[in-house]
């Protein structure tokens, strides 16, 4: 089935990240859909290591939200289970434009103080458009978990795993520090290989 169209608002979202994408490239976006959102990431990942992709990553997140705003935000905010269990909720409502559908589930997180408890803070991301449709696990790794995953704990004090599937497509996102260590997904030679166009282990 075909991803719905996406309405105004949705669209005005995609065309800021691209051209934010663009503006750090220095380059003039061609278009600005969805396929012009993997062309522009492409673009990005082409004749870079992987550490250079995701620091043009962290430059767009500087764009889209100011040092400043950050600051704010990481000063006065704390990873509380309602704030975690907030931004859970926010992500399965904004980000369906990105990334596609997703649902809230309960994992169990380990506090500052050691001790556990159970939150509605993970998120399940049906089939990841972006890794779908990009057919490939260094744009995954590269430009969407490792700078995502950084910026929300290091910019906004609140920590993300980010855990994709690279046989399904799926993903499961946990706001606030999983009780239980959640493996790494295997990462194959190509993640580090900045020159191949697609990935044939997706």
């Known amino acids: 089935m075909p991803p719905k169209s996406l309405n105004w608002l949705e669209q005005w979202c995609l065309a800021r990240l691209i051209r934010a994408i663009a503006n750090v490239l220095g380059v003039r976006a061609r278009r600005f859909d969805y396929v012009g959102f993997i062309e522009i990431t492409r673009q990005l990942k082409q004749g870079r290591s992987p550490a250079q992709q ?5 430059k767009v997140f500087d764009l889209l939200i100011p040092p400043t705003v950050s600051a704010l935000i990481r000063r006065f905010v704390r990873p509380t289970r309602w704030v975690c269990e907030g931004n859970a ?11 596609g559908a997703s649902d809230r589930y309960w994992v169990e997180v380990l506090l500052p103080n050691k001790s556990r408890q159970w939150q509605q803070s ?13 057919q490939c696990m260094a ?11 950084q910026f929300f704990r290091q910019q906004l004090g609140l920590p993300l795993t980010m855990t994709p599937n690279f046989r399904d497509s799926s993903c499961e996102m ?16 190509c993640w580090h290989e900045p020159t191949q166009a697609s990935c044939p282990h997706v």
Not at 174 to 189: N, R, S
């Open 54 to 58: 995701q620091a043009i990553v962290a």
């Open 89 to 99: 909720w926010f992500a399965t409502r904004l980000t369906g434009w990105l990334v």
């Open 122 to 134: 993970g998120v399940r991301i049906q089939k990841c458009r972006y890794l779908a449709e990009g």
């Open 139 to 149: 744009l995954c790794v590269n430009l969407c978990k490792k700078p995502t995953e």
């Open 174 to 189: 946990v706001f606030g520090t999983p009780a239980h260590p959640i493996p790494e997904p295997t990462i194959l030679p």
